[in-house]
């Protein structure tokens, strides 16, 4: 059974939205709440969890496509991983252990086969690799309203019309499904955070884009504009972890280090921020897809131009500190910690 694109789609939003309203009572009869912690960007507890209903809906929707089914495993499989960590935590060990297995999994299924074994295995481990680190990454980056519902819109109508532009049916679909699924949970964290998606949904996003950007390269699409929706994610979760090794910081420990928490730190409310890292993310996304169909000369203006706005928003942070008037000091700006603001 296959369901068209469009019914997909259609389908994708009536569940999304059915379920969100039951979600959020479910996880308030439960108890499944995220504690305002130093590096949290809320100041009460709000349940965790909202990713379930964007999980669900794409997922359901990823199975009934005939050209999209692949991909509803990793999304899947990792929300699985992010729900038990939502409701009753896991060891780090053993989340990282069970990320790997998913990935090991997935990358069985997109890699193609005719290698020899030894270069078969390291493509596994690395596309393994990758699609942990890439989950990690965009579960960092969930920290404050509607940045990654907003961003999951936009890297899959990215994926979707390079899918259509490269006649890759899987790209069109997936990118579209995830885009209508993610678009449901907007009104419940976009401006005054009623729920958040907790690790379920973060989990699920980010190993759906993963395998997603892996499955482009494989295909055939540039790297750049493989990786071009989850350009402003990986800068800002790549650069701030550098930043840290740097310093001497315990990298691997909470913080509130990343350029969208230093942007909230210094006065911008959330929804300025969220929309600042959207408008970045679709100009670069833009700029790294129109590279891939240029010629030489302007596909190296158009990357080195990417590169120099992700990098302007990268400084932002330290630009702003700079012009703020009056003495240093080490108390957080009374904006930086809106009520009913997600967490990470």
Excluded: K
């Amino acid at each position: 059974m296959s369901v068209p694109l469009a019914g997909g789609i259609l389908l994708a939003l009536i569940v999304g939205s059915l379920l969100q309203p039951l979600i959020l009572r479910l996880l308030t009869a439960a108890s499944v709440l995220d504690i305002p912690s130093d590096r949290s960007s809320h100041d009460t507890p709000i349940p965790r969890g909202g990713g379930v209903g964007v999980a669900v809906a794409a997922g359901l929707a990823l199975l009934l496509n005939e050209h999209a089914r692949s991909i509803a495993v990793p999304l899947l499989l990792f929300a699985a991983i992010g729900l038990l960590e939502d409701i009753r935590g896991v060891p780090v060990r053993i989340r990282l252990l069970l990320q790997l297995l998913v990935g090991v999994v997935t990358s069985l299924a997109l890699v193609p086969g005719g290698h020899p074994a030894y270069l078969q295995v390291a493509l596994v481990v690395a596309l393994a690799a990758w699609l942990t680190a890439y989950v990690n990454a965009f579960n960092f980056m969930d920290g404050i309203n509607g940045i990654s519902a907003v961003h999951a819109i936009l890297a899959g109508l990215v994926y979707a019309a390079l899918g259509v532009l490269r006649d890759l049916p899987l790209l069109t679909a997936s990118g579209s499904l995830i885009a209508a699924a993610s678009l449901t949970f907007l009104p419940w964290n976009a401006w005054v955070a009623r729920v958040f998606l907790g690790d379920v949904g973060s989990y699920a996003l980010g190993g759906a884009f993963g395998a997603l950007a892996a499955y482009a390269i494989v295909r055939g699409i540039p790297p750049e504009a493989a990786v071009a929706p989850l350009a402003l994610y990986l800068a800002d979760t790549g650069w701030t972890l550098l930043r840290r090794i740097r310093n001497g910081e315990a990298w691997y420990r909470p913080h509130r280090n990343h350029a969208y928490q230093r942007l909230t730190d210094s006065g911008w409310s959330h929804q300025r921020v969220t929309a600042l890292t959207a408008g970045i993310g679709a100009t670069v996304a833009a700029c790294l897809v129109a590279a891939s169909f240029s010629g030489p000369l302007l596909r190296a203006a158009l990357d080195v131009t990417a590169v120099a706005i992700l990098a302007g928003y990268l400084a932002a942070p330290a630009w702003l500190a700079a012009q703020r008037s009056g003495p240093p000091t080490d108390e957080r700006p009374i904006h930086a910690r809106t009520v009913n603001s997600p967490s990470r």
